[in-house]
């Protein structure tokens, strides 16, 4: 059974940091591309970063670009998303997922339930 779980969402106030982490199970980490993806209420659902299992290629979206760093720990199952410099437009709930590509559409494979973020102003 596969299985993403996020962690590490909060409440931060704007301009402070907050890592996310997402532990998977069931799948094989050197199949996939792991991406993070966040919606906000009553918004659709958007692609932020990539990264391949190697860690040699990412792929990040312009919002996010210079303030958010993916990253990943093969031996532990773990994809990582670094947060810094939060804006209260960053507030959504930000979700883990596997896809057997790069792709900034939100077709992928697997997805976690989602860890919120709220960022006061």
């Known amino acids: 059974q596969v299985q993403l779980v996020e962690s590490g969402g909060g409440l931060v106030q704007a301009g402070g940091s907050l890592r996310l982490s997402c532990v998977f199970s069931?799948?094989?980490?050197?199949?996939?591309?792991w991406g993070w993806f966040r919606q906000a209420p009553g918004k659709e659902r958007e692609f932020l970063a990539a990264i391949s299992w190697r860690g040699d290629r990412s792929d990040y979206a312009d919002a996010v670009k210079g303030r958010f760093t993916i990253s990943r720990d093969t031996f532990k199952n773990l994809v990582f998303l670094q947060m810094t410099n939060l804006k209260p437009e960053d507030t959504a709930a930000y979700y883990c997922?596997?896809?057997?590509?790069?792709?900034?559409?939100?077709?992928?494979?697997?997805w976690g339930q989602g860890t919120q973020v709220t960022v006061s102003s």
């Open positions: 997922a596997a896809h057997t590509g790069f792709s900034r559409k939100p077709d992928y494979d697997y």
């Open positions: 069931g799948v094989v980490f050197s199949n996939y591309v």
